[in-house]
């Protein structure tokens, strides 16, 4: 399932680092290149990114130490 630039599993190992803002710059517009042009791997990335909006919407409602629930909320708050 390869496409033009970076391969299907180069996207694949880098699709969490890429939803939490981890790679440099050339490694995420690299990875945001392929899923533009790679459905297969948007859908992959889509449905990552879906658990993660989930996951922020359930720790909202679980009571939490407070600073225990900010670290949580930061890491899941910035999109990719």
């Known amino acids: 399932m390869g496409c033009e630039g970076m391969t299907c599993l180069e996207a694949f190992k880098k699709l969490d680092d890429y939803l939490d803002r981890e790679l440099t710059a050339d490694e995420a517009e690299a990875v945001r290149a392929h899923l533009e042009k790679c459905q297969h791997c948007a859908e992959v990335f889509e449905f ?17 130490p407070p600073d225990l629930m900010a670290q949580l909320t930061s890491r899941l708050d910035t999109p990719a």
């Not at 990552?48 to 939490?64: G, T, Y």
């Open 48 to 64: 990552d990114a879906a658990v993660v909006r989930c996951l922020k919407a359930k720790l909202s409602r679980i009571d939490l």
